[in-house]
Antibody, heavy 118, light 108 residues
Framework: EMQLVESGGGLVQPGGSLRLSCAAS????????MNWVRQTPGKGLEWLSY????????YYADSVKGRFTISRDNARNSLYLQMNNLRDEDTAVYYC???????????WGQGTLVTVSS | EIVMTQSPAILSVSPGDTVTLSCRAS??????LAWYQQRPGQAPRLLIY???TRATGISARFSGSGSGTEFTLTISSLQSEDFAVYYC??????????FGQGTKVEIK
């Protein structure tokens, strides 16, 4: 069974850092592009970052560019998001999502909650 | 950036009804559009891709149509598990991949 399991969320003060992880299983992780998408409380979905299967292509939303870093370890079937200089508005549930080609997101994790507050 | 606009924001309907949700793009997408369902407390789930192709395991009660800038998701014979929020997402021009703000289908 395919699974994506996020971890690493929690409460952090403004200006702080967190590293999110996403453990993949049940499919050949190394052949898929992966993404991070967040959802603010009661709001919609915001794409944050993309990494190609080989890590050769990486993209970020303007809202996180320069503060967040996406990476992956295909040997460990894991995706990561290093989040620095966190702001109140980064408070959200963060999802990792598998992407088919560069198209739709066909499998999502259950999400991990990040709360930025003093 | 392509802006996706969904309407209405909320639909109040009864079980057994048929509903149509709309999604409009700020520029042409061809058919590079997906629909997702998000039930309360759950992650989004892919319903439709390529504007009209149902994802694996998705009921035939869900159908997508449209091309260019205007798209619709139709849900027939609404069942209790269909009351959820539905999002459209474009993948014609990226980055960024962009989502609509969602339509909540609630019980009348």
């Amino acid at each position: 069974e395919m699974q994506l399991v996020e971890s690493g969320g929690g409460l952090v003060q403004p200006g702080g850092s967190l590293r999110l992880s996403c453990a993949a299983s049940g499919f050949t992780f190394s052949t898929y592009s992966m993404n991070w998408v967040r959802q603010t409380p009661g709001k919609g979905l915001e794409w944050l970052s993309y990494i190609s299967s080989s890590s050769l292509a990486i993209y970020y939303a303007d809202s996180v560019k320069g503060r967040f870093t996406i990476s992956r370890d295909n040997a460990r079937n894991s995706l990561y998001l290093q989040m620095n200089n966190l702001r109140d508005e980064d408070t959200a549930v963060y999802y990792c999502a598998r992407q088919r080609g560069n198209q739709d997101f066909d499998w999502w994790g259950q999400g991990t909650l990040v709360t930025v507050s003093s | 950036e392509i802006v996706m606009t969904q309407s209405p924001a909320i639909l109040s309907v009864s079980p057994g009804d048929t509903v149509t949700l709309s999604c409009r793009a700020s520029q042409s997408l061809s058919i590079n559009l997906a629909w997702y369902q998000q039930r309360p407390g759950q992650a989004p789930r892919l319903l439709i891709y390529g504007a009209f192709t149902r994802a694996t395991g998705i009921s035939a009660r869900f159908s997508g149509s449209g091309s260019g800038t205007e798209f619709t998701l139709t849900i027939s014979s609404l069942q209790s598990e269909d009351f959820a929020v539905y999002y459209c997402q474009q993948y014609n021009k990226w980055p960024p991949w962009t989502f609509g703000q969602g339509t909540k289908v609630e019980i009348k």
